[in-house]
């Protein structure tokens, strides 16, 4: 039987299952391997292959030689991974001393939990070996949540884990929505923005900004949306997103159809507020109704096009539906999906479309063209105002006395999705191990508030404990993908580090670097400008051009960069220094002399085309001063702007 702490069924109300070292998963009981192979890429491994008998989960074991083998496994998780772990996840595991385990996603933390233990038993006798195997998982984004749901609902199945660029349960959707919002707002003054926030850049990104786009952005701000973030506009915005961040939206209109139906009706919403704002809204909404005049048919007189007789007068805004109606106008049939040519007048149906659809289309029938749902969508977050205390986030958002400053809606989607994805797990800082979690400060996804929030659950659940078993790393110049663009670094260096010192935590008490020091201003994380007072491990860089940190110059002149670089207290040894001047991404290597935790690098360069640059010099760091490892590299990064007349 699955022991529990307060029962042994999985209902809602009781909570998360708890799941022990010697317990049994209703589900996942029947473990069966597949196949065992032998492998040597990417290096030297024995894999064992399986299922769980019943169910369409699968997993992976991917045992290093005996020689290499420390006692231990990592355990990545994370909900859309299948069973197959990346070439550079096995090969850390190696370096590192550890197995790997994988599942393919979907499960939640029951079946991660199944997995690890039946590897226990796997590696146990693969290896000949009665001693005690430590575990450790990690997880990002969307299997933060598996991670954090594994270590709070369970005991001896995991020592430690390693959440990273952490969701909380009000992150999906509405962070995603927020930035839209942003968007529909703030599209046309976002280059002034990014300049400001730019180095060099005044500073105050709210210069040139009507009262409407101030508030706008002071909303978004104190949601979460990092500030520094509005240098990559395209992708905070989501520019390059054919669902404009909206992609939950789905997931709203069914779990709270009439949503579109108030914000359009009812007081308190944008829809019909009387502000400059709510104005700017209605004057943005389109809803026509347009009769199909003509309905052109391939050879097998199936419905391709459409030909209409009107279209609205304005079709700039995106997101437009459509959807289809009988020849009366009532009742609806079907959303059609789509491409409409506003020169022709021509609705081109896409492929998609199912044969009940396409057969009830005919001449006559009205296709309504709207974009009510996309404008609803993009306030949605003043209407999930968490009712759980701690979100500070969410103040501006409620009275003086506490109470939201807008309706809310019935259904609260954050937490419900978030339940979904770990299988139940909640937020309560009850750790069951030592966790160390890794945030990024330019993180538009999961923003980096989230880390700070969780600490303070695991303050409040662990009390005087916490120190002994929680660490919050922060990564400068990261975000949540990885370096998309030159102003950004690599942040595995600091994950693979941080399983490490889990690790050594769990197993012999070494006790890692300090949890990284910060301040929270208005949703924003603030970190020192010194290593010794920023903690963590991620190396600091102070960068200057002819000792400032913006310049103008003539073409010709030659600028002296100077670049000091320290490691916060045990946290290893520079190990390498790039340059890039042009701020193209295209970095060059420097001499940086003896490895040592405090180093200077020089350098000059002429500039001999007029425009404005952001020279940046990239830093590493390795805890052992090892320059050629590829694992456990810490990354960070410093930029000026240099103008050239």
């Not at 009107?310 to 109606?325: C, M």
């Not at 890794?438 to 303070?456: F, K, L, S, T």
Request: net charge negative.
């Amino acid at each position: 039987m699955t022991s529990s702490k307060k029962s042994n069924t999985l209902a809602a109300e009781d909570g998360p299952m708890w799941i022990t070292a010697d317990c049994e998963d209703p589900l996942y009981n029947r473990p069966v391997i597949d196949s065992e192979t032998d492998h040597t890429t990417p290096v030297p491994h024995h894999r064992v292959s399986g299922h769980f008998e019943g169910t369409n989960k699968k997993f992976n074991f991917y045992f290093p030689l005996k020689s290499q083998w420390k006692g231990r496994f990592f355990h990545l998780v994370y909900p859309l991974i299948d069973e197959n772990a990346t070439d550079e996840t096995i090969s850390f595991g190696v370096d590192s001393g550890a197995y790997t385990v994988q599942t393919n996603g979907g499960g939640g933390y029951r079946v991660d939990a199944a997995a690890a233990k039946f590897s226990r038993t796997v590696a146990a006798s693969y290896y000949g070996s009665s001693e005690r195997i430590y575990g450790y998982i990690y997880g990002g984004s969307g299997g933060s949540y598996q991670t954090i749901g594994a270590i709070e609902n369970t005991n001896g199945v995991w020592d430690g884990a390693v959440p990273f660029i952490p969701g909380v349960p009000t992150s999906i959707p509405n962070n995603f929505f927020a930035r839209a919002f942003a968007r529909f707002v703030l599209e046309e003054k976002v280059q002034k923005i990014a300049d400001a926030v730019s180095p060099g850049g005044s500073g105050n990104p709210y210069i040139g900004l009507n009262e409407v786009e101030r508030a706008v952005l002071e909303e978004v701000t104190k949601l979460g949306v990092p500030m520094q973030a509005w240098e990559d506009y395209t992708y905070l915005l989501g520019m390059n997103d054919p669902q404009g961040l909206l992609g939950f939206g789905g997931v709203v209109r069914t779990t709270d159809s009439n949503y579109v139906s108030d914000f359009w009706s009812k007081k308190g919403y944008l829809g019909t507020e009387q502000s400059a704002l709510g104005e700017l809204f209605r004057n943005a909404k389109i809803d026509h109704i347009a009769t199909i005049k003509k309905v052109n048919r391939n050879e097998q007189n199936e419905p391709i096009s459409l030909v209409l007789n009107s279209l609205p007068a304005d079709l700039a805004k995106n997101s437009l539906e459509y959807t289809l109606y009988t020849s009366e106008g009532t009742p609806r049939v079907e959303t059609l999906a789509g491409s409409l040519d506003p020169d022709t007048k021509v609705f081109t149906i896409g492929c998609e479309t199912p044969e009940s659809v396409l057969s009830v289309i005919d001449e006559g029938a009205k296709l309504r063209i709207d974009n009510r749902w996309y404008l609803a969508l993009l306030s949605y977050h003043r209407h999930q105002v968490p009712q759980q205390p701690g979100y500070d986030a969410w103040d501006h958002l409620r009275g003086f006395d506490g109470t939201p400053l807008y309706p809310q809606r019935t259904i609260e989607l954050g937490p419900m999705i978030s339940l979904g994805v770990s299988d139940s797990g909640t937020h309560t800082g009850m750790i069951q191990g030592k966790v160390i979690m890794v945030a990024n400060i330019i993180d538009n996804d999961a923003y980096p508030w989230h880390g700070d929030w969780y600490r303070e659950r695991v303050k409040e659940s662990l009390g005087e404990r916490c120190d002994d078993n929680f660490r919050l790393w922060y990564n400068d110049n990261a975000d949540h993908i990885g370096p998309r663009t030159a102003r950004l670094v690599q942040y595995e260096g600091i994950l693979q580090q941080a399983l490490r010192d889990c690790s050594a935590w769990a197993e012999k008490g070494v006790e890692p670097a300090q949890s990284t020091l910060y301040n929270v201003v208005n949703s924003q994380i603030k970190l020192p400008k010194k290593a010794e007072e920023r903690q963590g491990i991620q190396p600091v860089i102070d960068l200057t051009a002819n000792g400032f940190t913006r310049i103008e110059i003539t073409s010709g002149q030659i600028v002296n960069f100077e670049a000091k670089i320290q490691v916060p207290p045990k946290a290893g040894k520079v190990v390498a220094a790039e340059w890039d001047f042009l701020g193209t991404g295209d970095f060059t290597a420097s001499p940086i002399g003896n490895l040592e935790s405090v180093v200077e690098v020089k350098d000059l360069f002429t500039y001999n085309s007029p425009g404005t640059y952001f020279p940046a010099i990239r830093v590493t760091s390795h805890r052992e001063g090892d320059p050629n490892t590829p694992f456990a590299k810490i990354q960070n990064l410093d930029r000026v702007r240099v103008v050239v007349h």
